[in-house]
């Protein structure tokens, strides 16, 4: 049992406050999921070339000055460093490929996240409201988020192992239930080269629905991909740069409910999640169906 949490901003003039209405979201959600949570949030477009980079280290107070410092004679480029707790969030004009072989070589005991224009990734164990909390997430402004509270069924609580995952750039999800077949279909991807970062059966999914939009798929026609292949039961909420999607499998066991209305589109595992959100006395409030695709676009 975990929950999920969605938040999609339409009125420009509340993304400044998108942490602040998403935040009780997640702490109701809590109690699906005690044990670490995590969200994705994604804010404006950087410019030209430059992405950015979420990143964990294992402890508080590390060194991140070192790591800068590191990275800038490496790569002898502009580099800024944002640091929040044990999370931080590296902007610069290199490549992904090249910034995580080199992290992970170097600075192993660091975990980057995340890979974007748009997206940053804060994931930890400990109780949801704790997390909150401690990386600020009422602060947190932009046009939409993913977030999730983890109740581990297959997998070590671990901060490589909470929710959300991301696979290539600005693709996230969060996942309530359990996949029977990862293993299968994490074969079939490391064949192709793609390569995995942890054993739980979220990435799996994960990795399989961004390669296929790689190989060319809409997300739509990845998640049409995902029901053929991805067995068991789930929920499943994903963010793109562009795009906020929701999907049950086709028993649909696992609980969602969305309210909607001219300002946004909320999304959470129980409707007390969304109780305090303005106008939601008036929102449209629906369970998404069984193998129904509801995108939302940015």
Same mark, same amino acid.
């Given at each position: 049992?975990?929950?999920?949490? %969605? ?31 995590? *969200? ?14 979420? #990143? ?5 107070? $590390? ?13 002898? &480029? ?11 969030? *590296? ?11 080199? &992290? ?11 890979? /974007? ?8 164990? %400990?109780?949801?409201?704790? #997390?909150?909390?401690? $990386?600020?997430?009422?602060? *947190? ?7 999730? &509270? ?5 997998? !070590?609580?671990?901060?490589?192992? !909470? ?9 996230? *999800? @969060? ?9 299968? #279909? ?29 190989? /060319? ?20 909420? #994903? ?7 929701? @999907? ?10 969305? !309210? ?12 007390? %999640? ?25």
């Amino acid at each position: 049992m975990c929950g999920i949490v %969605g938040l999609l901003i339409k009125n420009p003039a509340l993304r400044p406050r998108l942490g602040e209405l998403m935040t009780p979201i997640l702490d109701e959600m809590a109690a699906r999921g005690p044990e670490s949570a995590g *969200l994705a949030v994604f804010t404006d477009q950087l410019s030209g070339v430059q992405r950015k980079y979420s #990143i964990h280290a294992p402890i508080w107070g $590390y060194d991140w000055s070192g790591f800068e410092a590191r990275f800038i004679e490496r790569f002898g &480029t502009e580099a800024q460093l944002a640091v929040t707790g044990n999370h931080a969030v *590296l902007v610069c004009d290199e490549a992904p490929a090249a910034v995580k072989k080199w &992290t992970q070589e170097h600075f192993g005991q660091l975990h980057v996240l995340s890979a /974007g224009r748009v997206i940053d990734v804060y994931k930890d164990i %400990g109780h949801p409201s704790e #997390i909150a909390l401690r $990386y600020d997430f009422r602060k *947190l402004s932009g046009t939409h988020v993913v977030g999730h &509270t983890r109740m581990a069924t297959e997998s !070590a609580v671990t901060p490589d192992r !909470a929710h959300p995952f991301t696979a290539g750039e600005d693709f996230c *999800l @969060v996942h309530n239930g359990t996949i029977s077949n990862p293993y299968m #279909i994490r074969r079939k991807l490391e064949h192709r080269g793609i390569v995995f970062e942890t054993d739980n059966d979220t990435e799996a999914a994960t990795r399989f629905l961004e390669w296929r939009m790689r190989e /060319g798929d809409s997300l739509e026609d990845a998640l049409r991909q995902g029901f053929r292949e991805l067995d068991g039961f789930y929920t499943f909420l #994903i963010g793109t740069d562009t795009e906020l999607a929701l @999907v049950r499998d086709a028993f649909a066991c696992k609980p969602a409910i969305v !309210a909607e209305t001219d300002d946004y589109v909320a999304i959470a595992s129980e409707f007390r %999640g969304l109780a305090h959100l303005p106008g939601v006395n008036n929102a449209h409030l629906f369970e998404p169906m069984p193998e129904e695709l509801y995108v939302w676009k940015v």
